[in-house]
């Protein structure tokens, strides 16, 4: 998985041309890809590899002005998952955002492919808290899961519920309504990221300081600018990018007082999971990564060329021997190697399957899901694949452009599939 070349934060399949953490400037990959034979698409049809094409994920242009922006942009529907767990905003994905080409609008699912909410809306994000924002124009408003607009569309923008609160812009002012639609802070500080452990990252910029600090529920800053690039709250400790005691710009994590919990001595710093996080120390020798505790004590020694985050308990890493590549496999929280690493890339861990790239040696992209055996349980055919939500779906795209979008259930049945108009 690629990551930012300044901050090293990770980024998604479909990559953006703007790093999400630091706002830096994205390289995209133009690398070509090899396409496999392809049949007519049908709406719902058995996992079959041959019929869809190979890709090995080429970044699709999706462009930001500024990173202190993006945390008010909905969710790309190609991106749907990966962002809703990096947000720690899975929700209750028991209707999933969907294109009718015959319409050109967006409505809903459900995890049969039945078209629940029926399409008319130009732009919609997930459910979250029981609500999605959707829009029929320039302006926005949030529906239940009967479909009834319960938030008029007035927001000029607006992003998924979190901790009961949503961030949305008004007239160029930043704030957070409540689920009746009601100001809660307003308005807020620049950037504001949806709350996690009743806290808010917010950007200030003034003559005496400028970086990131934390707003909470009251829109008081309670953690003064302390990164130039921050992470959400998770277990209580949040990853900060900022210039260390040798004036060097590392990661560490602050507490929600904003007490250094873990000093800023990482190249790079993935959010805690289930009482662990992934981070990637450097020497004079090798930059490796591994998992320390909440303490800042290494839990599994830094060996690996790549970490992920823990889900369902289970890490991703990378292993490289020597200069031969041997690819992703998974540990346990002891450190033991569960599943061999033969992946050339791996993604997380839910509803007990996990997207793979096991044959991108051979010049084959295309992506498939293992189980916790690490069998190959639904064929490579995807160009890209996220992890599955919590309703049992997963979205992949079909097409090496990303114009091509569907849903495929456990079983790797495509449930729902559409184009998505060129920009």
Not at 371 to 392: H, K, M, N, Y
């Amino acid at each position: 998985m690629a990551r930012c070349a300044t901050c090293h934060a990770k980024l998604p399949q479909n990559g953006w041309e703007w790093c999400s953490a630091c706002g830096s400037s994205v390289v995209p990959d133009i690398r070509e890809w090899k396409l496999a034979p392809r049949s007519e698409p049908s709406k719902r049809r058995p996992r079959v590899e041959t019929i869809i094409s190979s890709a090995q994920g080429r970044r699709r242009s999706r462009r930001s002005t500024l990173a202190v922006l993006i945390s008010v942009v909905i969710v790309a529907l190609a991106g749907i998952a990966i962002g809703a767990i990096e947000a720690g905003i899975v929700g209750e994905a028991e209707l999933f955002p969907a294109y009718d080409s015959a319409v050109g609008r967006y409505g809903f699912i459900d995890k049969n492919g039945s078209m629940v909410i029926q399409p008319q809306f130009t732009e919609v994000g997930p459910f979250s808290e029981g609500l999605a924002a959707v829009t029929d124009g320039d302006v926005w408003g949030f529906i239940d899961k009967q479909g009834e607009m319960v938030i008029p569309m007035w927001l000029d923008q607006a992003s998924a519920f979190s901790e009961g609160l949503a961030a949305v812009n008004v007239g160029g002012e930043h704030g957070f309504i409540d689920q009746t639609g009601e100001f809660v802070i307003w308005p807020a500080l620049p950037g504001a990221q949806p709350f996690s452990d009743d806290l808010s990252a917010v950007i200030l910029r003034s003559e005496a300081t400028s970086g990131w600090g934390y707003i909470d529920r009251t829109g008081e800053l309670v953690i003064q600018p302390v990164s130039m690039s921050v992470s959400p709250f998770s277990e209580g400790l949040a990853a900060v990018w900022m210039r260390n005691e040798n004036g060097a710009m590392r990661w560490g994590y602050i507490d929600r007082t904003g007490k250094m919990a873990i000093p800023a001595r990482y190249y790079a710093a993935e959010p805690f999971s289930e009482g662990l996080a992934a981070v990637w120390m450097g020497d004079d020798l090798a930059h490796l990564w591994g998992y320390i505790e909440s303490s800042g004590a290494f839990v599994i020694d830094a060996q690996f060329a790549d970490a992920q985050s823990f889900s369902e308990g289970l890490g991703a890493v990378k292993v490289e021997a020597g200069s031969e590549y041997s690819g992703y496999g998974y540990v346990d929280s002891s450190g033991t190697m569960v599943i061999e690493p033969r992946f050339w890339d791996a993604g997380a861990f839910s509803q007990g399957l996990a997207p793979v790239q096991p044959r991108a040696r051979s010049g084959d992209f295309r992506w498939g899901y293992i189980d916790r055996r690490g069998t190959l349980v639904i064929p490579a055919q995807f160009a890209t694949a996220e992890p599955f939500l919590s309703g049992g779906l997963a979205p992949v795209t079909l097409d090496k452009d990303g114009m091509e979008h569907a849903y495929v259930d456990t079983e790797g049945n495509i449930v729902y599939q559409w184009v998505t108009p060129a920009e």
